[in-house]
């Protein structure tokens, strides 16, 4: 194999997401909770964008 995956960095102390199952558990919801607000936020922001444009051909 190349250097670039030939597992130095599981020989180095660094694991994959399978050997810290714990871990994955505590942090995915977290995760999820972070994606779900970005994704909110995201649509607020194009909500806002379109808010004037559409006020201004309503009142036209």
Do not use: Y
């Not at 030939?6 to 994959?16: P, T």
């Not at 779900?36 to 036209?60: D, H, T």
């Amino acid at each position: 194999m190349s250097g670039r995956h030939s597992g130095r960095l599981a020989k180095a102390g660094h694991f994959g997401v399978a050997e810290h199952p714990e871990t994955c558990s505590r942090l995915a919801p977290r995760q999820l909770n972070d994606e779900i607000s970005l994704a909110k936020l995201e649509l607020k922001g194009k909500a806002n964008s379109w808010a004037l444009p559409a006020l201004s051909l309503a009142l036209r």
